[in-house]
Structure formats: structure tokens, C-alpha cells
């Protein structure tokens, strides 16, 4: 369904993707682990083409992503929920949540879609006229979740969701996010939970600077010793 | 007291069109974080519109409205089209820079009048131009209280599209996180085009408004970008609610000055009170309402 082919990429002089190739199948459930700074989030803005690769291809479907503009990539079926949630902070929950659906094809459905969202999030339902910005971690997380799949998106992108938030809250994003792959929807997503996430999903990729070292089933890469010496402290 | 009263009256009249001049650059402050220097001239070339339209036309200032504003919407797009954006693509061009080329703009368009009208003062008089009408004691000059009605009208209508219209909620969306925005499929470019074609054509409205009671010159857009500036500080720097009371505020402080301390000095009495809130309120007018 997606695919990076010998992506380089980076910012300005600064090259931080080296010849970064992975493919992600319809229905999969694929996790990227890597250490700070490996390129994780760099990949995750490639793919929504808000960075060009300076050589290599991006393909979703029959659509090379890396030629079409940032704002048309929703359009194609891909919901990014970015890194650190990018609210807008000052439009309520409601608002927010109506900004998910701003082609032709959700509009038409926003209403049917606003409700499904709000039975999967109780707790926005009850903040809808609250500011975002005052929203908090968990609740903003969400609010980022819940307006990516107001697209009614064929793909979700999640750039760590649990970031910042405690150990049970983490555990309820991830059931979430279990629960969006339930309904069909194909998932990529960084993360720092590396044991938790390796448990949870079909396959996963390990960066290391901006290159991608080890690619394997999640169970598998849980037994592989380079694993377990760089993320897992065993 | 009468006298207070009329200052009061004046003051909120005329404030009203400076809300909208406000209302203009603040937006364009909000979503492109820059200072838009030719408010002011495009103001003046509505005002050109307006004029040439009622001197040669005979239209009612009042039905060009229907002219200059459109006309200034499709210039404020061309401008951030051609001018402005351009300079966004090249990396190691500031943002600053695109406060430069607001300057550009602005010398641009006062000397292209200038070339056509000369720099004759001229003005627009009307049947009722200098119509009153009183509320008991009160003098309530008529253009002016049409302008503030109109000017009332076209906040209104703005507040409703920035908040309950997809495309203004884009608007503010592009003003609040930009990367956000493109992600959930706004095109920032033409919402920056958007947002500059509607500052100038608020800023239009302000100047065909004004034409009945003030008169036309090409460098009149200068003290017009200079009050701009001033109202979108007062405001608190891209707070729309703030703009209007800016607009208020320094449209009363105006009108007191003239009529208590002199008439040549009330622009001064506007630039006291800027320091005044510069000091004791950083964040601008805007402050007053976050509760
Ligand atoms: N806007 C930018 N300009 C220049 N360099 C950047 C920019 N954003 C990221 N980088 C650099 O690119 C490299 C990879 O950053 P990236 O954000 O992709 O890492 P990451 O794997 O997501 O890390 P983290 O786990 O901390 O989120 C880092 O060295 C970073 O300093
Ligand atoms: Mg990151």
C-alpha cells in the first residue's frame, strides 16, 4: 500500500535519511523504532510530502506522494497525527475535530463521522466546546487521533502518540489505536514503547542514523539480541 | 458635558472605520506574521476608485463599495501571489524581508497616483455630505453614522466567516499552526492570497467610507498605515477582537485630543496612548478580554 524506495531526505545541507527503503501492505499494523534523532518524524513528514527527498520515490497505491503537495495528501486516504499533536490551541475540540474533514468526500459525511468519533473519544464529547489548548496531554492526544480519522482515512500516520503521557494513559492510547487497525484501517507509527509496541503490531522496521538496520515480525524482533541491547536495557 | 458627549460620539464613529483598517492588517499579521506596510496605500487606492467613480460615473460612494472592495481583494491576491510568496521560497530570505517588499508596494502605489491624479487634494462632496442629524443635543453626522453602520456590517460579516464557514476556520487554522494545516488538506498558499486579498479589501472598505468626510491626496495612505500599525498593536498583535477595539480606542483618544488639547495635535494624542499601552499592557488591548 505504501512504499519508500532509496529515500534520501533532510533539511537544507543536512542530509538525515540515507537510501531509507520499507513498504507497508494494506491492513498491516507496522511500527518504526529508533533512537532520538534516527529520523523518525523526517520519515513521517516525507511521506506527507511536507519534505522532498532529494532522490529516491514514495508510493501509495498507484500515487507517487513525493510529486503531489502536502495538502493533497489527505485526499489520497493518509492521516498524519503529528508529533506532539499540533492542536490548533486556540479553536475548541469541536472545531478542531471539523478541520479533519475539510474534503468534499468527508464533509459529506462529517456529521455520521463526528459521531462515531465521539462514541470512540467520550471524553472529547464532553469537552467539544472546550479550547484545545486547555485541553489536557491525554485529551490532546486524543483530540489529535480523533481529528486524523475524521478523514476517514484508508492509512494512518502516528508519530508517537504516547509521548509525554503516563503509563495507563499510554495503554489506552495503544487499545485505541488497536481499535482503529480493527476497523481496517492500515497503520505506520513511531515509537518509544518499544516493547509494548513490538507486542502489538505485525511487523517493524529498526533506524539507526537515518538508516534502517533490522526489519522483522514484532515478536521476532523482541527475541533479537540487537534489540534488546539498544531499546530494551536487557 | 454636551461637548464630552459629542467628542465621545465622534470618537466612536470614526473608530469604527478604524477597526476596519485594523481588522485588515491584523488579519494579515496573524496568518503571515508580518507587518503589512502598505496598508495605508491600499486604502488610498480605493479612495482613487471611489473618486473616479463619482466624478466620472456619478456613483455613490456608497454603491462603490461594490467596486473597490472586489478590485482591492483581486490586487491584495495578486500581491502576496507575485510579491510576497515568491520570497518565502528562497531560504535565506527572512521573513523580514517580506515587510521590505510591503514598503515597496506601498511607495509603488502612491507614486503610480501620484503620476495620474497629480498631487492635487481633491474630495468627493455629496448631497449629504455635510448632513447631521440630532439626537437631542447631540450632533450625529450623517456619512459618518452610514460608515460606521457599513463598517459594523462588514465585521459582522467577517466574524461570521472566520467562525462558522470551513474556510475561515482555515484561515485561523493556518494562523495557528501552519505544518497542521497543510497536513489536514488547506492549501496555506491560497489561504495567505485569501487573507492579504481580504485585509486589503477591509482596508478599501475604510478608505471609500471615508471619502464623503475627508478628502484624497496620494500620500494620504502613510498616516493611514501608521494608525494601521498602531491599532494592531493597541490590539495585541493579531487578536481580531482586539483590532476593533483598538480601532475604538484610538478613534476617542483622536477625538478628545482635538477637541481638549488641539486639533493639530491629536495624532499625537493617538501615538501617547500607543506608548501609554505599550507600557502598562504589553500583551495590547486583547489582555482586557482573556478573563
Ligand atoms: N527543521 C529541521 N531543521 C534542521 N534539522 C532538523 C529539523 N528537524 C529535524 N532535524 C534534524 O534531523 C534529525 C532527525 O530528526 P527527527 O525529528 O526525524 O528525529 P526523530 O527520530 O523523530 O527523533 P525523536 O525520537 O526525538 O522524535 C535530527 O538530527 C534533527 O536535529
Ligand atoms: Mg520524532
Known amino acids: 500500500m505504501l512504499r519508500l524506495e532509496h529515500v534520501n531526505a533532510g533539511y537544507g545541507d543536512i542530509q538525515v535519511l540515507w537510501d531509507v527503503s520499507f513498504r507497508v501492505k494494506g491492513n498491516e499494523f507496522v511500527v518504526l523504532v529508533g533512537a532520538n534523532g534516527a529520523g523518525k518524524s523526517t520519515i513521517m513528514r516525507v511521506i506527507s510530502s511536507l519534505i522532498s527527498p532529494t532522490s529516491g520515490e514514495v508510493w501509495f497505491e498507484d500515487q507517487r506522494l513525493d510529486q503531489v503537495p502536502p495538502y493533497k495528501i489527505i485526499d489520497l486516504g493518509i492521516a498524519h497525527v503529528p508529533e506532539a499533536r499540533q492542536l490548533f490551541p486556540e479553536m475548541t475540540v469541536l472545531e478542531n475535530l471539523e478541520l479533519g474533514s475539510l474534503s468534499p468526500k468527508a464533509k459529506a459525511h462529517r456529521k455520521e463521522t463526528l459521531k462515531w468519533v465521539m462514541e470512540l473519544f467520550p471524553r472529547l464529547n464532553e469537552r467539544q466546546k472546550q479550547l484545545a489548548g486547555t485541553l489536557s496531554g491525554g485529551e490532546q492526544q486524543m483530540c489529535a487521533i480523533a481529528r486524523g480519522l475524521m478523514s476517514r482515512p484508508k492509512m494512518m500516520i502516528f508519530d508517537e502518540p504516547s509521548l509525554g503521557l503516563s503509563p495507563l494513559l499510554t495503554q489506552e492510547i495503544f487499545r485505541l489505536v488497536q481499535r482503529i487497525h480493527g476497523e481496517g484501517v492500515t497503520l505506520l507509527m513511531v515509537e518509544q514503547n518499544v516493547k509494548q509496541t513490538l507486542a502489538i503490531c505485525d511487523r517493524a522496521y529498526v533506524l539507526e542514523n537515518g538508516r534502517v538496520v533490522l526489519e522483522g515480525k514484532g515478536k521476532e524482533l523482541l527475541e533479537n539480541e540487537q534489540v534488546k541491547q539498544a531499546f530494551l536495557g536487557i | ?291
Open chain 2, 1 to 291: 458635558m454636551d461637548v464630552f458627549i459629542q467628542t465621545m460620539v465622534s470618537g466612536i464613529l470614526i473608530g469604527g472605520i478604524y477597526a476596519l483598517v485594523g481588522l485588515g492588517m491584523t488579519l494579515i499579521m496573524g496568518v503571515m506574521r508580518i507587518i503589512n506596510l502598505a496598508h495605508g496605500q491600499l486604502m488610498m487606492v480605493a479612495m482613487y476608485i471611489t473618486f473616479v467613480l463619482y466624478e466620472y460615473f456619478n456613483i455613490d460612494p456608497y454603491f462603490s463599495l461594490l467596486v473597490s472592495m472586489p478590485a482591492l481583494f483581486l490586487l491584495g491576491v495578486l500581491i502576496q501571489k507575485y510579491l510576497l510568496n515568491p520570497l518565502l521560497r528562497i531560504e535565506s530570505i527572512i521573513p523580514q524581508n517580506q515587510i521590505l517588499m510591503t514598503v515597496g508596494v506601498a511607495m509603488v502605489l502612491t507614486e503610480v497616483m501620484r503620476f495620474i491624479f497629480q498631487s492635487d487634494y481633491k474630495s468627493v462632496k455629496t448631497p449629504y455630505s455635510s448632513a447631521v442629524l440630532y439626537i437631542s443635543s447631540i450632533a450625529f453626522n450623517f456619512p459618518m453614522l452610514i460608515a460606521f453602520g457599513i463598517a459594523m456590517l462588514l465585521t459582522a460579516g467577517l466574524f461570521f466567516f472566520l467562525l462558522k464557514t470551513d474556510t475561515g476556520k482555515s484561515v485561523r487554522a493556518t494562523a495557528q499552526n501552519k505544518d497542521a494545516a497543510l497536513l489536514l488538506g488547506v492549501n496555506a498558499e491560497w489561504i495567505t492570497q485569501l487573507t492579504y486579498g481580504l485585509g486589503a479589501a477591509l482596508a478599501a472598505a475604510a478608505g471609500t467610507l471615508l471619502l464623503p468626510i475627508y478628502y484624497l491626496y496620494p500620500d494620504v495612505g502613510g498616516p493611514f498605515t501608521l494608525k494601521a500599525f498602531i491599532i494592531t498593536v493597541l490590539g495585541g498583535l493579531g487578536s481580531t477582537v482586539g483590532a476593533i477595539m483598538g480601532g475604538l480606542v484610538l478613534g476617542v483618544a483622536e477625538s478628545l485630543g482635538a477637541t481638549y488639547i488641539s486639533m493639530a495635535l491629536k495624532d499625537a494624542v493617538g501615538m501617547v496612548i500607543f506608548v501609554l499601552v505599550l507600557v502598562f499592557m504589553p500583551g495590547g488591548l486583547k489582555t482586557l478580554t482573556k478573563v
